[in-house]
């Protein structure tokens, strides 16, 4: 039979066993809240090309803004609309560019785009949480992962809070530096995506493309 001073240190040990459990539990976030979808909303982005071919002396850039609408719900697939058009100068009227398609099934947000179905974001969200975003498409395997959760990010001066990170591709080597990763705010959705493939040979840039876009505008209609 147990001592009483026995019974008291099985208690404390049970209490700070549960203590140290809590501590490595990770913090869980709601990947709804980083891409809402309500009727009237809408997205525009600057956004920044670069195409690069150095054999044919091509050193391109195109800037433009991108609008993107909530159109409401198609019911015969059951994934939300979403209307982007674009403009080459803030003075311009906005001419048509593409449409998206958009569902959230479950724990997944899908991206539907130039017949690509992406996995953008998956529920719960927690820190180094990964998955493949092209799970639901043709290409390659690419591991998608949480980083710098609820943390500020900051876009021409502006500061957005509780902003998630989704990396999405790191390559850096002597032939290759590729990177892709983009930033979600709570209660906005997409406000920086970066996406960039360059290939070297004998140490000098060779070929490559990049686009960078950056929320400028988030408002209801």
Not at 146 to 161: H, M, Q
Request: net charge negative; charged share 25%.
């Amino acid at each position: 039979m147990l001592k009483k001073g026995g019974i008291l240190l099985l208690l404390l040990l049970s209490i700070l066993g549960c203590k140290k459990e809590a501590i490595d539990t990770p913090e869980l976030y709601n990947a709804h809240d980083y891409f809402p979808l309500k009727e009237g909303e809408y997205w525009i982005h600057h956004v920044n090309f670069i195409t690069i071919d150095a054999a044919v002396d091509v050193y391109d850039s195109l800037e433009m803004e991108i609008k993107t609408k909530f159109a409401g719900l198609d019911t015969s697939l059951d994934q939300y609309v979403l209307n982007r058009y674009f403009r080459l100068d803030s003075l311009d009227e906005w001419s048509d560019y593409d449409q998206v398609m958009v569902s959230w099934e479950g724990q997944s947000f899908f991206w539907f785009e130039n017949n690509y179905r992406f996995l953008k974001l998956t529920d719960p969200v927690f820190e180094g949480k990964s998955w493949d975003g092209n799970s639901y498409n043709i290409l390659d395997v690419s591991d998608y992962f949480y980083s710098a959760l609820n943390t500020t990010f900051e876009i021409d001066g502006i500061l957005y809070t509780s902003t998630i990170r989704v990396d999405k591709r790191n390559i850096n080597n002597a032939i290759q530096k590729s990177s892709a990763y983009e930033v979600f705010a709570s209660g906005i959705g997409s406000i920086y995506e970066y996406d960039s493939d360059f290939s070297y040979q004998a140490g000098m840039l060779s070929y490559g493309n990049s686009k960078e876009s950056k929320l400028i505008k988030f408002d209801i209609e």
